[in-house]
């Protein structure tokens, strides 16, 4: 790895104490990344000079900016107001989200659908921005359990509603081209907030709604 100089140091800190090494300090470049990337493609045994491989750094860093862009998004900008009041108190449900994240562990691909219920309390959001909340947070280094965990927080805070169940069903390339090698296994986690959590009935509308239906769709 490269290692740059930090531009400048306060001076009370460049006396006697040791460098604090932070996220930040020394900045990391493109090309200390791009750099990176051919070390890696060098311990593999691959020559990163041949043909194939000219572009791959350059293109390796582009797509990990891309999926993990999520971290330079905020849920206001993502909205831009799309909250509505709305005299409602019936479920909402979308089902089915497509989900991409990639878990924090391998930085391979997490695979997946969300569920996401909730029971409004005077205000709706858009239904697309159910999907850009999802994407917003699967475009971070995850586990699936806080993902699912964020989805649920976010539409908590947003809406205030009477509650929130978010379900995320996803494989996990780590385990199916590594490691235990199973593929067809799902992982399955959960968050419920409010209602969701404090009354059996509704929780179970909500499963029941999702449970997968071959007919659904017909
Ligand atoms: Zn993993």
């Not at 009041?85 to 989200?97: A, G, S, Y």
Request: some cysteine; charged content about 20%.
């Amino acid at each position: 790895m490269t290692l740059s100089q930090p531009p400048m140091s306060p001076p009370e800190l460049s006396q006697n104490l040791p460098k604090l090494i932070t996220q930040s300090q020394p900045p990391v470049t493109e090309e200390d990344m791009r750099q990176a990337v051919r070390t890696l493609l060098l311990g593999l045994g691959e020559n990163p000079d041949r043909e194939g491989l000219k572009d791959t750094p350059k293109r390796v860093v582009k797509a990990l900016k891309f999926l993990t862009s999520g971290y330079h998004q905020s849920l206001d900008s993502l909205l831009n107001g799309a909250v509505f009041q709305e005299n409602t108190d019936e479920m909402v449900l979308v089902r089915d989200i497509d989900l991409f994240s990639s878990c924090e562990h391998h930085i391979l691909p997490i695979l997946g659908r969300a569920h996401i219920a909730y029971i409004p309390d005077g205000k709706v959001i858009g239904l697309s921005k159910i999907a850009r909340i999802c994407e917003m947070y699967g475009r971070r280094l995850q586990v699936q359990e806080r993902l699912t965990a964020q989805i649920a927080d976010a539409l908590q805070g947003l809406l205030q509603p009477q509650g929130v169940a978010v379900v995320v069903e996803a494989t996990h390339m780590c385990m199916v081209m590594r490691g235990v090698q199973k593929p067809g296994s799902w992982t399955v986690t959960s968050a419920v907030r409010g209602t969701f959590a404090e009354d059996e009935k509704t929780r179970q509308e909500f499963m029941s709604l999702i449970r997968h239906s071959p007919k659904f769709h017909s």
